[in-house]
């Protein structure tokens, strides 16, 4: 028995020498990190575009070494002085998408990204690298950041952008915070924006997991100004002055609503707390986007915005890939029939047991027809990630395949309950 209790002493000596406290490396304030991705479909690279500071950080405490999914991109802090690993994060990006479009092949762009990082206490190196659907570089860049440097631009200390809590759950470093922000609104439509704001909060905890976790949310509405009234739709010849300047027909695909001017976007949320950010447009047109880690975009005044704002979240939060195929789809190149996807809803078997294999029930027909799938709750079905054939989805239907069912599947709840409590637990 002595010998036992000094072993779990030792152990335990042992695991709080090598835990990883935010206090020793991390004020508590943001690093705001803007980077411009640049290149074409030939050759990408990464530019450091500015940095900023924010006065508190609204981010994860634990866990800093670790990532909850993979990502299309990835930041790695480390300590300048030993080297140790401080800080990681995953992303995707609006530009790596459009490297899979035919105009990257034709056209070079650079397009704004930005990133929220705990803010060092000491020099840091910061590590960001971007990966192709294959899992290689595809470009990558290295930078040292001194917390003293007169040159990180202080922000969110003055001119706070109006707000107000729809939930207030607890404080941020217990909460996962969410900001929605206006898009297309006029100050004189901010009573709209809220009322909207309300609905989309109000559909998002109407879903599993999400329901019976919404103690652990902070949801603030902000009314971001528009001078228009509106958004953007090209195909309409419709250009509005708004506060993102957001628009439709994003890599020429009607419904694909998004905004390339990301500064803007956390500019009006400077003096905030957040982390997660929903943008409501002020239009009845169809469409939306959502860019893991970066932002979900919808509009606010179609008929299907309750279950799209969902569906856009489950991409930017959950990581979720979608469920949906089309034969003729700007990007069916996107997944890679011969590497397993990091979305965890998706598989081209390559490695299934590391997604839902464990969920099958005993003599689960592979791939599942769907002639089963009242039978098969979860199944391997085919046809996912935009391809009719090689990608399997886990169940039939869902809210990330269709805006006409009402819940997740098992497999998505499953997946982002384990987001929801990597960031909380």
């Not at 990257?104 to 060092?120: C, D, I, Q, R, S």
């Not at 003293?148 to 001119?159: E, R, Y």
């Not at 509009?299 to 279950?307: D, E, I, Q, V």
């Amino acid at each position: 028995m002595k010998k036992y209790s000094l072993f779990l002493l030792c152990l335990m000596a042992t695991i709080s020498l090598h835990a990883q406290r935010f206090a020793d490396y991390f004020a508590d304030k943001t690093l705001r990190v803007d980077y411009i991705f640049t290149g074409n479909a030939a050759k990408q690279e990464i530019c450091l575009d500015g940095l900023s500071c924010l006065p508190s950080w609204a981010g994860r405490k634990h866990h800093l070494s670790e990532l909850p999914l993979q990502g299309n991109g990835q930041i790695i802090m480390r300590d300048a002085a030993n080297g140790n690993v401080i800080y990681k994060t995953s992303f995707s990006s609006l530009f790596q998408e459009w490297l899979e479009t035919e105009e990257a092949k034709a056209v070079t762009k650079g397009l704004e990204n930005t990133f929220l990082l705990p803010h060092p206490l000491r020099p840091a190196e910061i590590e960001i690298t971007l990966f192709d659907p294959r899992r290689n570089v595809r470009a990558s860049m290295k930078h040292t950041v001194n917390p003293d440097d007169i040159l990180i631009h202080q922000k969110g200390t003055a001119h706070i952008t109006p707000h107000k809590y729809l939930l207030q759950s607890g404080n941020t470093d217990k909460c996962i915070d969410v900001a929605i922000l206006a898009e297309g609104y006029t100050p004189e439509e901010m009573s709209v924006f809220y009322e909207d704001a309300a609905i989309a909060c109000e559909s998002l905890f109407a879903h599993e997991p999400f329901r019976s976790m919404k103690k652990r949310f902070n949801i603030v509405a902000v009314a971001s100004p528009s001078e228009d009234s509106g958004v953007s739709v090209p195909r309409l010849r419709e250009w509005k002055r708004t506060a993102f300047n957001s628009h439709f027909s994003t890599f020429y695909s009607d419904r694909y609503l998004t905004t390339s001017r990301v500064k803007s976007i956390h500019d009006a949320l400077a003096g905030i707390p957040y982390e997660h950010i929903i943008i409501l447009a002020n239009t009845e047109e169809y469409g939306g986007g959502g860019i893991y880690n970066s932002y979900t975009l919808t509009t606010a005044h179609h008929p299907m915005f309750r279950p799209v704002v969902v569906h856009e979240f489950g991409h930017s939060f959950g990581g979720l890939a979608d469920e949906y195929f089309y034969d003729d789809d700007v990007m069916t190149d996107t997944y890679p029939l011969d590497v397993e996807p990091w979305e965890q809803n998706i598989s081209t078997r390559i490695d299934f047991s590391s997604k839902w294999e464990d969920m099958l029930a005993q003599k689960t027909p592979v791939p599942t027809p769907t002639s089963e799938s009242k039978t098969y709750r979860v199944g391997v079905y085919e046809g996912a990630g935009y391809s009719a054939k090689g990608i399997y989805r886990p169940a039939d239907n869902c809210r990330m395949r269709t805006n006409e069912y009402p819940t997740f599947c098992p497999v998505c709840e499953r997946a982002i309950r384990r987001v929801i409590e990597f960031y909380t637990e």
